[in-house]
C-alpha cells in the first residue's frame, strides 16, 4: 500500500513535444506529491508538487494533473526542451509530523532530441 | 534558498576502512534529515530518517551498526559507512527539511569501495 508506480521507464521526444509521465498510488492517506528532477551524478531538485485539494497546478513549462478518485496523478512538461533530458520521479507523502517521509516512484529517464 | 550540501562529493577508500560523509542544511535549521541510496538507474532508497538530538530511524534491511548516522545540530548530520565492503558502493543522498516543510536534497555522494 506504500508503493508509488510510476510509468513509462523512459520516453524519448522531440524538442517542443508535451511529454507525459503518470504515478499511481494505493495509499488514500497520501495528501503530498511532488515530482523530482535528477540529473546524472546529482541529488533531486524538487520541480512541482501539489497537494489533494486541488486537480491541475502549473509552475512556468511543468503541469501536474491530479485525479483523487483514480489515485493517479501526472507530470506534463510544455515545449519540452533538451535540457529537460533528466530522471524525473514522482513521489506521495503523508504528513504525520516529523515522521512523515516521501515513497518514491522507480523513475522515468526522458530524452528529448533536437 | 533552502540549500544542502554535501562532502565529500565522492569519495574512493580500501575495503575494511570506514568512511564519514557530512550533510549540512546551509540556509535554514532542518528538525529532520534523510539519508537515501541510489544505485545506477535506480530508484532512491530510504536508509533512516533522523531527528535533531535523538537515534536515527532505520528502514527495515538497513543495518544500523554498519551505516552510523549522527544528527547533533539542526544543521548538520554524518553517516558512516563502517568496515565498508565492495558492495556498499553507491551514491549516497541526504535531504533535510524544517518540519514538515519540503525535503530538500544534497548533491549526493559517491562511494567507491575497492
Known amino acids: 500500500q506504500q508503493q508509488v508506480k510510476q510509468s513509462p521507464q523512459s520516453l524519448i521526444v522531440q524538442k517542443g513535444g508535451i511529454p507525459i509521465i503518470n504515478c499511481a498510488y494505493e495509499n488514500t492517506a497520501f495528501d503530498y506529491f511532488p515530482w523530482y528532477q535528477q540529473f546524472p551524478g546529482k541529488g533531486p531538485a524538487l520541480l512541482i508538487a501539489?497537494?489533494?485539494?486541488?486537480s491541475e497546478k502549473k509552475e512556468g513549462r511543468f503541469t501536474i494533473s491530479f485525479n483523487k478518485s483514480a489515485k493517479q496523478f501526472s507530470l506534463h512538461i510544455m515545449d519540452s526542451q533538451p535540457g529537460d533530458s533528466a530522471t524525473y520521479f514522482c513521489a506521495a507523502s503523508f504528513e504525520a509530523g516529523t515522521a512523515s517521509k516521501l515513497t518514491f516512484g522507480t523513475g522515468t529517464r526522458l530524452q528529448v532530441t533536437l | 534558498g533552502a540549500v544542502v550540501s554535501q562532502h565529500p562529493s565522492w569519495v574512493i577508500c580500501k575495503s575494511g576502512t570506514s568512511v564519514k560523509i557530512e550533510c549540512r542544511s546551509l540556509?535554514?535549521?532542518?528538525?529532520?534529515m534523510f539519508w537515501y541510496r541510489q544505485f545506477p538507474k535506480q530508484s532512491l532508497m530510504l536508509m533512516a530518517t533522523?531527528?535533531?538530538?535523538?537515534?536515527?530511524?532505520?528502514e527495515q534491511g538497513v543495518e544500523k551498526d554498519k551505516f552510523l548516522i549522527n544528527h547533533a545540530s539542526l544543521t548538520l548530520s554524518t553517516l558512516t559507512v563502517t568496515s565498508a565492503h565492495p558492495e556498499d558502493s553507491s551514491f549516497y543522498i541526504c535531504?533535510?527539511?524544517?518540519?514538515?516543510?519540503?525535503?530538500?536534497f544534497g548533491p549526493g555522494t559517491r562511494l567507491t569501495v575497492l
Open positions: 540556509d535554514f535549521q532542518a528538525t529532520t
Open positions: 501539489i497537494r489533494p485539494d486541488v
Open positions: 533522523s531527528n535533531e538530538g535523538s537515534k536515527a530511524t532505520y
Open positions: 535531504s533535510a527539511r524544517y518540519f514538515t516543510d519540503t525535503q530538500y
